[in-house]
């Protein structure tokens, strides 16, 4: 056994470049596994961790006022152990410096000692003095974004009235783990902040002095929450109580969730990916290279080892190799993962740390499947080996008869010269094996489509929410429902091209079990700017009378489907309870939204032509003059610029995006040169006698290394097609996981995806023919002549 | 580029060896192949050499055929020097001048007889037919056939065919009927013999029967990297009268 140990070690050895090659694929399987699952691991654990510490509320509530002795009456309810009151509104923000419309939402801290509930991390200053009138603590996202550090100044204008205030704090939140303005579809950091102040000094601000407008609590170890909710609702109804909700309709946790609920599909579908197509790239290639020991395992059956000595020899081959891929790919996916974790939590997640690590299951299980797939390759391989007879498998394996291939039976015969016959006899000998190869290559092609597909994914993504459907350049929101006649006011303003009043209200919408909470917007029906899409991505006319609703949020999440009739609760006013029938589906790729005509929302809720926003088309340059002119006006609560979010939007992807394709171009990458130059390097050794010979004969090393490398050309050009169909395939299988209510990804596939895919197929067996072409004239001529084979 | 060869003798010989020496290292250990061979072979001689196993005799083959480079002494192939020739003028030099006959065919599996034989003449300057080729060694029959289709003794004829396609002025032979049965290596051997008679092609071929020496016009024994004899045969014996 010692000999054949050193065989082993030689083997490896003489074949370190194949082996390094699949040693690749398999690191690039084992590596996109650790990295999404640590990715997923510890942004879940850095979640509870950060919740707990800092005490994030089990159950929230906001209401248009209530005296602070109602208080008591909450923390009464059974079940309710801790609840902590506070004031919060929204406010308008100037940074010295920077001349975009700012707005932010600002919280009351207690005036003396620590919150009780929704804690702040402070990572640098400190918090608040006891009754300071002028001191913030800021969100570290939006300290960030304007580089403001404890001793800044800036501007809020709370209910119209300016307040100069000096950040003392930068914290990070657990209510605000994901930051969005109300409305928004994205993050921006730059156009949106959050803030706290003492509660004294807020409430002076907005004229809530002895009163609150939120409420926290958490709930006791065995407490029912819908109970406690319902509890809440009764006591808070006539305070103007926007209805309890859970943790689950905490706007920052439910983006949270819904991240993480998306990033959990990642990390299942794209390493089965990845790692699926390794191990059968790992079986395909083994089995080859194991093809050609043929000779040698029937002389060691001859010297009298057993099967199994000879088949655990070849095992303990490739698990050497399945061993040295596991590690390589652990580390870098430990690497790459320890990043994207970092990315996360600085594009779209806040936490004040990132508990990261890789739980040791994860590389044991990749181990398993990597170590499965190449021993099972290699196991088909070494048995159809050593059943042969000693006699026959000493024999060189040769067919029993060549043919002619299809093409030159179609009689382009005399047009082909010998080495051209060559390459298609070879490739038609065993149409299997070159079959596989063409997938091989192909998978290689398509892993690269999917691993760029988000880019264009994204582009058609923003193009049909912003160029499509939500068209206007400024989405204005006013403090509260006003009367439709404000819109002539802001048509006659300077730079306003046209005006579309809005009438938003927020509603559970309930069918059957099912409801979800939203925002139910009444627009205008024939509007321009904002508009509903059918399933062609056309434009339709919302109806009168009912409510249109997106896709996913009819079909997935509400499952009613038109001529349904809802349950609307409306959380305003006097909360009326209606039934609106369903009269369409939209279509809309980023978030859900349910429609109705605004005069429908006005007849809905009982009252006239009233709105709660508008959306705005400007002429192009007059934006700076008209936001400045409209931040002032003390009615206009927020403003969310189309053009502004956008870029805010692809700054904070960008560095995301770019992430993610670097470490999946690198993995793609990896896989595919492991393959291609495998088929090339196997290729070598199944024919390298032929060509040796062909070189005594005086062939040029450059006609020999068309007949090898022309093989190759022709079954990586085959492959391309097949890699596309493989991209597509693979991309249909994301589309179809990737289907939130964040979002729902397009089926939508570039030219340049198509470009990635078919380049990285081609670098690959570019640099492989480069290197079988050294090897090429490395052959020995001499030694090709003294054996038989 | 190819020296021209000073010598008076250039026009009868075709090679001319000089103190031809091939020593092979491994590791500490020197292992002489060929020890200072000097050697003459002329146009239209059939050249038999003899030796021992390990002689050296595929050695001394390997470099007058542009396979192998000694490690000193020179070789002239007509005006050409080998010796030091690069990689491509010794490819061209096989390519038009010699015609390669080996123990174990190493025909190409993937091409057909009339393929194989096609696959030099396609590069070769002024070659035969590939079917007159194989006319000539008698397997005009057999044209459309792959190598897993003949017996060993056709597919040494199939090498011998493609060698001498492309009208080579020298025909290397390494034990060609090596691995075949006496009869079948008589007509291997018949073969030879006619080309290098019709055609006049200088015909070296190594063996290990002494009872093939008797076709020759001279034998050249091998012994320990040495030439340790040389005669002339008073009467060559013709190939089928042969048998060992
Ligand atoms: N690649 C090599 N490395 C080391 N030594 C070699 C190599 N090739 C040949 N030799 C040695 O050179 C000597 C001559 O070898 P060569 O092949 O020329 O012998 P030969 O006369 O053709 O023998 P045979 O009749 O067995 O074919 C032998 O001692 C052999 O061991
Ligand atoms: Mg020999």
Not at chain 1, 162 to 171: D, E, F, S
Request: glycine share 8%.
């Amino acid at each position: 056994m010692r000999v054949l140990n050193r065989k082993l070690l030689r083997d490896l050895w003489h074949m370190r470049g194949q082996m390094l090659a699949i040693a690749a694929v398999i690191m690039g399987g084992v590596a996109t596994l650790v990295i999404s699952l640590s990715t997923y691991d510890s942004l879940v654990d850095t979640r509870d961790r950060f919740y707990s510490e800092y005490h994030l509320a089990d159950v929230f509530d906001s209401l248009k006022r209530a005296p602070e002795p109602v208080a008591e009456r909450l923390a009464a309810i059974p079940g309710v152990q801790r609840m902590e009151t506070a004031v919060t509104t929204g406010v308008k923000l100037e940074v010295e410096g920077f001349p975009d419309p700012i707005t932010g939402q600002i919280l009351s801290l207690p005036d003396v000692g620590q919150a009780q509930l929704n804690r702040l991390y402070i990572k640098r200053g400190r918090l608040v003095r006891p009754w300071s009138t002028d001191e913030v603590v800021i969100t570290d996202t939006f300290a960030d974004a304007h580089h403001l550090q404890p001793g800044d100044l800036l501007t809020a204008i709370i209910h119209g009235k300016r307040k100069r205030l000096t950040v003392v704090g930068v914290a990070v939140a657990p209510e605000y783990v994901y930051q969005i303005a109300p409305g928004a579809m994205f993050p921006d950091f730059k156009r949106f902040g959050v803030l706290w102040m003492g509660r004294h000094a807020l409430a002076a601000a907005c004229n809530m002095e002895g009163s609150f407008n939120q409420v926290s609590l958490t709930l006791a170890r065995h407490a029912n929450e819908q109970d406690v909710i319902d509890r809440v609702d009764s006591i808070l109804a006539v305070y103007g109580g926007t209805g309890a909700y859970g943790r689950k309709d905490q706007l920052s946790n439910r983006f949270l969730s819904e991240e993480l609920k998306e990033l959990r599909t990642m990390v299942i579908i794209f390493p089965a990916i990845f790692l699926g197509v390794a191990a059968f790239l790992l079986n395909v290639v083994l089995s080859r290279l194991i093809a050609l020991q043929r000779e040698q395992i029937a002389i060691l059956k001859a010297f009298g080892y057993s099967d199994l000595a000879i088949a655990m020899h070849y095992v303990m081959m490739v698990l050497l190799l399945v061993l040295l891929g596991v590690t390589a790919g652990a580390a870098l996916g430990t690497w790459f993962g320890w990043g994207l974790s970092h990315v996360y939590t600085e594009t779209t997640f806040r936490f004040p740390y990132l508990d990261y690590r890789v739980q040791p299951g994860v590389v044991l299980f990749s181990l398993v499947v990597s170590a499965l797939a190449a021993v099972s390759g290699t196991l088909v391989s070494v048995m159809r080996a050593v059943r042969l007879p000693p006699a026959e498998g000493m024999r060189p394996e040769m067919p029993v008869a060549y043919r002619t291939s299809l093409v030159e039976r179609m009689g382009l015969k005399r047009w082909l010269s010998a080495p051209s016959r060559m390459i298609l006899r070879h490739i038609g000998w065993r149409p299997l094996k070159s079959f596989l190869t063409v997938v091989g290559i192909a998978c290689a092609c398509g892993l690269m489509m999917v691993g760029n597909y988000q880019q264009g994914a994204i582009d058609f993504m923003v193009d049909v929410q912003f160029r499509q459907a939500a068209r206007e350049d400024l989405a204005l929101s006013l403090i509260d429902p006003t009367s439709g006649r404000a819109l002539h006011e802001l048509e006659a303003l300077p730079g306003v091209r046209s005006v579309e009043g809005y009438r938003d209200v927020p509603v559970i919408l309930r069918y059957g079990q099912y409801s979800h909470r939203a925002m139910l917007f009444g627009i205008q029906p024939e509007g321009q700017l904002h508009r509903a899409l059918d399933r062609e991505l056309r434009p339709v006319p919302v109806p009168p009378g009912g409510v249109v609703l997106t896709d996913h949020l009819a079909n997935n999440m509400l499952h009613v489907k038109p001529g349904d009739v809802l349950t609307v609760e409306v959380l305003e006013g006097s909360r009326p309870v209606r039934q609106v029938p369903v009269l369409g589906i939209t279509k809309q790729y980023l978030g859900v939204s349910a429609y109705m005509q605004k005069d429908s929302v006005n007849a809905l809720l009982r009252e006239g032509n009233t709105v709660t926003g508008a959306y705005l088309a400007v002429e192009p340059g007059a934006e700076a003059k008209l936001y400045a002119e409209l931040h002032d006006r003390p009615r206009v609560l927020g403003m969310i610029a189309n053009k502004s979010a956008i870029q805010s939007f692809y700054d904070t992807i960008g560095e995301f995006i770019l992430f993610f394709n670097l470490v999946a171009t690198l993995l793609a990458g990896a896989i595919g040169f492991g393959v291609v130059y495998n088929s090339a390097r196997i290729s070598l050794s199944e024919r390298g006698r032929e060509l040796a010979s062909l070189r005594v004969l005086g062939f040029t090393r450059g006609e020999i290394a068309y007949i090898l490398l022309g093989e190759l050309a022709l079954l990586t050009l085959a492959a391309i097609p097949v890699g596309f169909l493989i991209g597509i395939g693979l991309v249909g299988i994301l589309v179809v996981a990737f289907q939130g209510e964040l979002y729902r990804l397009p089926m939508i596939l570039t030219p340049e995806n198509y470009a990635m895919g078919a380049s990285v197929v081609v670098a690959s067996a570019l640099l492989s023919g480069y290197l079988v072409w050294l090897r090429l004239g490395r052959l020995d001529l001499v030694a090709v002549l003294k054996t038989r084979e | 580029m190819m020296d021209f060869m000073p010598s008076e003798n250039a026009t009868q010989a075709i090679f001319v060896a000089r103190g031809l020496t091939k020593t092979y290292r491994l590791g500490d250990v020197e292992v002489p192949a060929l020890r200072s061979i000097d050697l003459q072979l002329y146009r239209g001689e059939l050249v038999v050499l003899l030796g021992p196993s390990g002689s050296g005799k595929s050695t001394l083959l390997n470099i007058l055929g542009g396979l192998d480079a000694p490690t000193s002494g020179e070789v002239y192939y007509l005006d050409h020097k080998l010796t030091g020739a690069s990689e491509a003028d010794l490819t061209r030099f096989r390519r038009e001048h010699v015609g390669f006959v080996f123990q174990f065919y190493n025909l190409i599996p993937s091409l057909t007889a009339r393929e194989n034989v096609a696959a030099v003449t396609e590069i070769a300057k002024s070659p035969m037919q590939p079917e007159e080729a194989l006319q000539l060694v008698g397997l005009g029959n057999r044209l459309d056939h792959f190598p897993a289709q003949l017996s060993g003794g056709e597919q040494q004829r199939v090498a011998i065919a493609r060698a001498v396609a492309k009208n080579p002025a020298v025909l290397l032979c390494d034990e060609p009927t090596g691995a075949l049965d006496s009869a079948t290596g008589v007509v291997v051997l018949e073969v030879l013999e006619m080309v290098n008679r019709e055609l006049g092609t200088l015909t070296v071929l190594i063996t290990h029967n002494v009872g093939i020496a008797d076709m020759a016009d001279r034998v050249i024994r091998l012994s320990d990297g040495r030439i340790a004899e040389e005669r002339r045969n008073a009467h060559k014996r013709a190939a089928h009268a042969l048998s060992w």
